[in-house]
């Protein structure tokens, strides 16, 4: 089974700043997706990625498959960026075994 | 705009008694998820069914079942729910690869908060 590390577990920044979460896991994958989750529950599927890198907005997520590990970057940090990151990696259990969870990032921007 | 609804956002129910949690997704998507979440424990996979009537345990489906009679509709049963059941229920829904492996983009409800007295 997969496992997957997210570091930091919590990161407190001012507005503006450049942030970075990183995320590593021990077996070979498909696919690596990065979510974002505000307070009150709702997830949303921010990247999936299975090489090199992809942008979106002020988001950047990048992937190293030899070093099986991800990045996810947030450039111009805003409050409305609080929230918890959370990495998953699919496709190392050969069939149809879901994803495996990291256990999140809390990521809080003061104006 | 594509959609997975879950039926209750917030349920209190008491120990012993039957839980059905039904989720629905607009999108034609094969597989289907249930989660639960916990502090510290992040999001595990309770079951999950990538066609109709296909149903597969997770890590943690003892006192669960599921139910996939409709491709938009699966629905997480707890037979006689119990204190330590009380939690954020999340279902999920993608795409199925040739593979069968969870490599589409997935898509989220808006949770379960389920408390168990």
């Known amino acids: 089974k997969n496992e997957v590390e997210q570091s930091p577990q919590n990161l407190t920044a001012q507005e503006g700043e450049f942030i970075t979460i990183n995320c590593s896991y021990s077996?070979?994958?498909?696919?690596l997706h990065w979510l974002q989750q505000h307070p009150g529950g709702g997830i949303v599927s921010l990247f999936m990625?299975?090489?090199g890198k992809k942008k979106h907005g002020r988001l950047i997520a990048t992937i190293n498959i030899q070093e099986k590990h991800s990045s996810l970057h947030i450039t111009a940090s805003h409050p409305r960026d609080s929230a918890v990151y959370i990495c998953?990696?699919?496709?190392?259990?050969?069939?149809?075994?879901?994803?495996?969870f990291g256990k999140g990032t809390h990521l809080i921007i003061q104006p | 705009d594509v959609k997975v609804t879950q039926s209750s956002r917030y349920l209190v129910k008491r120990t012993g008694e039957k839980v059905f949690l039904e989720c629905v997704q607009d999108?034609?998507?094969?597989?289907m998820f249930w989660y639960r979440q916990d502090p510290g424990l992040g999001l595990r996979l309770i079951y999950f069914?990538?066609?109709?009537?296909?149903?597969e345990k997770g890590d943690i489906p003892e006192g669960y079942s599921v139910s996939r009679e409709k491709k938009e509709r699966f629905s997480l049963i707890l037979e006689s729910a119990s204190t330590n059941q009380t939690s954020m229920y999340l279902c999920?829904?993608?795409?199925?690869?040739?593979?069968?492996?969870?490599?589409?983009?997935?898509?989220f409800g808006e949770g379960s908060r389920l408390t168990v007295l």
């Open positions: 999920a829904s993608s795409l199925l690869d040739r593979g069968f492996s969870v490599t589409g983009e997935l898509f």
């Open positions: 077996v070979g994958i498909s696919a």
């Open positions: 990625l299975s090489s």
């Open positions: 998953a990696v699919g496709g190392s259990g050969g069939g149809a075994d879901g994803l495996t």
């Open positions: 999108m034609d998507h094969e597989n």
């Open positions: 069914s990538y066609d109709v009537k296909m149903k």
